[in-house]
Structure formats: C-alpha cells, structure tokens
C-alpha cells in the first residue's frame, strides 16, 4: 500500500511540476497573443536595465555579486531576470486590456515562482501556506487571462 501512495505521489507531483506555471524552464513565454509585432515589442531589454548574464549583474547594477548570496536571493533573482522584461513586453501591447492581460500573466508568474523559492528554502508554516495559496490563486487567474486573451478580438 505504501508503494502505491508512494507512486501516485510521484506521478501527482510531476504532473504538477510540469504545468508551466508551476515549473519554469530557461524562458517564461507569454501567450502568442502577447507578442508584439512592433519595435517596441522587440526593444532589447538590456536597454531597459536588466541584464541576465551570469547572474552577477542586474537592473542596471553592474556591482551586484549575486554569487555570495543565499541561495534563495540567486533563485529568486534568476526568476526575476526571466519574468520581468515578459512583464514588461506584456505591457507595451497597443490594446490597454491586452497590455493588462500581458502584463499581469508575467507578473501572476513573478508571485508563482517567489512563492516556490519559499516552498524551496522557507521554514514558516504560516508563510508556506501563504505560498500554497498564492500559487494556487495566481495560476486560475493566469488561465482566466490566457482563456480571456484567446477569445479577445480586437
């Protein structure tokens, strides 16, 4: 019996693990819908301030040795570098509810993958809940926007 709960434990965590929401790989990618066609979808983000290198550098601050942080700093600063200029391209859609819609998915992401650095390093049993139910509440709101985006016509 304990090698079945064990097993669909596994394969319950897994199936988590691999919603996109939950476990993000190299790239965040926003919505086909949110992608820009115009210069200003395509602006380099470096110019924005952020740079993602090594992880030694970031918005804008060339003297941030992230290397001699605690682990939880790296994680969620390596989140950070992938979901903020998303959240930023997101923003600069023409349409204001698309731009909100965009925006606000990188962001849900943002507090999706905080939450998990907690989960990953945290001890509080008050901010581990806390953490389950953001994660749980940020992605029924990124589906309702990415549902919301693919029925949207302009």
């Known amino acids: 019996m304990n090698l079945l709960k064990t097993s669909l ?3 319950v965590a897994a199936a988590a693990l691999s ?3 939950f476990a993000q790989d190299a790239e965040f990618q926003l919505p086909d819908r949110c992608i820009m066609s115009t210069e200003m ?3 380099d983000h470096g110019a924005m301030g952020h740079s993602v290198g ?3 550098e970031m918005m804008g601050s060339d003297s941030v040795d ?3 942080s605690p682990e939880h700093v790296q994680d969620n600063m390596r989140k950070m570098m992938i979901t903020m200029p998303a959240m930023e391209q997101g923003m600069m859609n023409e349409d ?3 731009a909100f819609a965009c925006g606000m ?3 849900h992401q943002g507090a999706i ?3 998990q650095v907690l989960l990953d390093h945290g001890d509080d049993p008050e901010m581990i809940k806390l953490a389950k139910e953001i994660m749980q509440a940020q992605v029924g709101e990124i589906e309702l926007m990415k549902n919301w985006l693919a029925a949207y016509v302009e």
């Open 9 to 11: 434990a596994t394969a």
């Open 19 to 21: 919603h996109p929401a």
């Open 41 to 43: 979808g395509a602006m």
């Open 54 to 56: 090594n992880g030694a």
């Open 66 to 68: 992230l290397s001699t």
């Open 96 to 98: 204001p509810d698309v």
């Open 105 to 107: 998915i990188a962001h």
């Open 113 to 115: 993958d905080m939450a």
